[in-house]
């Protein structure tokens, strides 16, 4: 997967992508990054890439050029006979869920637009963007952390990027109840104790107690998976309440 990022602080992107299992997808050879300074498609002498909003209000708007440029600069090294997804990470996009993570993760080429101040110009969003995706209710101060977030979720359901302990297939989300509890060596800490039944070696048991942790955590936090989980097996909801 070859991925670009448009954005004005390319330091950060690169300390994000450079590390931990991002960084592993690219020295593995699964994918591909490729950080582009926005600051360097802008107009001499000031290079600025942000302007007053037209109609007035507070904050300051992405110029269209900077963006256009290098998005064009960009088109060069993608190739036409793959797939192409240019993500714009915004607080007024689509919620990020686990199938939209699944369905990126097959992609071949994704560009991240990274936005800052009020936002971009709204003639990238429409003439260049495909995704306009948000992590949450919630506003960051620039898209650069939420490309991460975006990419993180996509990078690790590539299959290799992941060894087997590590298994994203039980994860909360690819699964429909949250995921359990976790307990590792040593088996006290400091007084505090490893729930015998996960030493017991009786592999029944012990799945028929983590699914009922991620049950009784499920209905707990939210309800509305809960919901779908129920009315998907034929539970009454009350068997563990
Ligand atoms: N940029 C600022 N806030 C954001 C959010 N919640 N999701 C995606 N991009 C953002």
């Given at each position: 997967m070859k991925i670009h990022f448009l954005t004005p602080f390319p330091k950060m992107v690169d300390s994000i992508v450079s590390e931990s299992i991002l960084g592993r997808g690219q020295s593995k050879g699964y994918v591909n990054y490729n950080i582009h300074n926005l600051f360097d498609y802008?107009?001499?002498?000031?290079?600025?890439?942000d302007d007053y909003p037209f109609g007035g209000g507070s904050g300051m708007v992405m110029k269209p050029e900077p963006v256009f440029r290098a998005f064009e600069e960009v088109k060069k090294s993608l190739d036409d006979k793959k797939s192409l997804r240019v993500i714009y990470p915004t607080p007024d996009g689509k919620v990020l869920t686990q199938p939209l993570a699944q369905e990126l993760s097959v992609t071949d080429q994704l560009v991240f637009i990274n936005g800052h101040y009020?936002?971009?110009?709204?003639r990238i969003r429409e003439n260049i963007v495909t995704d306009e995706i948000s992590i949450g209710d919630y506003v960051l101060t620039g898209g650069e952390l939420a490309s991460a977030v975006i990419l993180d979720s996509v990078i690790r359901?590539?299959?290799?990027?992941?060894n087997n302990k590590e298994s994203?297939?039980?994860d909360s989300f690819s699964h429909p109840l949250l995921d359990g509890p976790h307990y590792t060596r040593p088996e006290v800490y400091n007084g505090m104790e490893t729930p015998k039944i996960l030493l017991s070696g009786h592999h029944q048991k012990i799945d028929e107690w983590v699914n009922e942790q991620r049950e009784n955590k499920t209905r707990e936090r939210r309800p509305d998976l809960w919901k779908k989980y129920i009315s998907s097996k034929g539970k009454d909801g009350v068997k563990n309440g």
């Open positions: 802008a107009d001499e002498p000031h290079c600025r890439i009020k936002g971009i110009d709204q359901l590539i299959p290799g990027v992941l994203a297939d039980t």
